[in-house]
T-cell receptor, first 108, second 113 residues
Framework: SQQGEEDPQALSIQEGENATMNCSYKTSINNLQWYRQNSGRGLVHLIL?????REKHSGRLRVTLDTSKKSSSLLITASRAADTASYFC????????FGSGTKLNVKP | DGGITQSPKYLFRKEGQNVTLSCEQN?????MYWYRQDPGQGLRLIYYSQIVNDFQKGDIAEGYSVSREKKESFPLTVTSAQKNPTAFYLC????????????FGDGTRLSIL
């Protein structure tokens, strides 16, 4: 399978703390994307990082990419209860490959 | 507002019955996708289409069929040959320029009666 792997599978933190999720993938990539999914809803795109980029920021989100290790991480700073959701990394090489997701619970 | 609309939100299938899930987009996107999501899992690709009147099997196409007669529409039929159809089905689209994100609908939850 060429599906990505995410770590941890579940993460529970207090509001205000930072949350870090990691993703490993198996092929060359054009880009890597992170999505959020609230329970019972579709996926919402958060951020895209191209294969020639190493770090990208968007608001409270910071994404890093290490193509030599075939890995990426998503950092959410100063987390809020509304950040509670599942987070997926999706890497793109001819088609889209989904990780297994990290379930984040932010306790108020 | 541009987006993807999936209907219905909930669908029940009887044994031996085919059911069709609707997906419509007004984003002028060329590529459309159908995914299946089982509880606590990631998404698995069923079918995708890069252009009207053409589509390709994904990783789990058996028991499913699609059509792409219009750019805006990509319906998915779950046939009676799909023995375990209970899942959450998500439709997505993307522009075919490089490095584009996917836009998702809100999903259809299919259950067996």
């Amino acid at each position: 399978s060429q599906q990505g792997e995410e770590d941890p599978q579940a993460l529970s933190i207090q509001e205000g703390e930072n949350a870090t999720m990691n993703c490993s993938y198996k092929t060359s990539i054009n880009n890597l994307q992170w999505y959020r999914q609230n329970s019972g809803r579709g996926l919402v795109h958060l951020i895209l990082i191209r294969s020639n980029e190493r770090e990208k920021h968007s608001g409270r989100l910071r994404v890093t990419l290490d193509t030599s290790k075939k890995s990426s991480s998503l950092l959410i700073t100063a987390s809020r209860a509304a950040d509670t959701a599942s987070y997926f990394c999706v890497y793109n090489f001819n088609k889209f490959y989904f990780g297994s997701g990290t379930k984040l619970n932010v306790k108020p | 507002d541009g987006g993807i609309t999936q209907s219905p939100k909930y669908l029940f299938r009887k044994e031996g019955q085919n059911v069709t899930l609707s997906c419509e987009q007004n984003l002028n996107h060329d590529a459309m996708y159908w995914y299946r999501q089982d509880p606590g899992q990631g998404l698995r690709l069923i079918y995708y289409s890069q252009i009207v009147n053409d589509f390709q099997k994904g990783d789990i196409a058996e028991g499913y069929s699609v059509s792409r007669e219009k750019k805006e529409s990509f319906p998915l039929t779950v046939t009676s040959a799909q023995k375990n159809p209970t899942a959450f089905y998500l439709c997505a689209s993307t522009g075919w320029e490089g490095n584009q994100p996917q836009h998702f609908g809100d999903g259809t939850r299919l259950s067996i009666l």
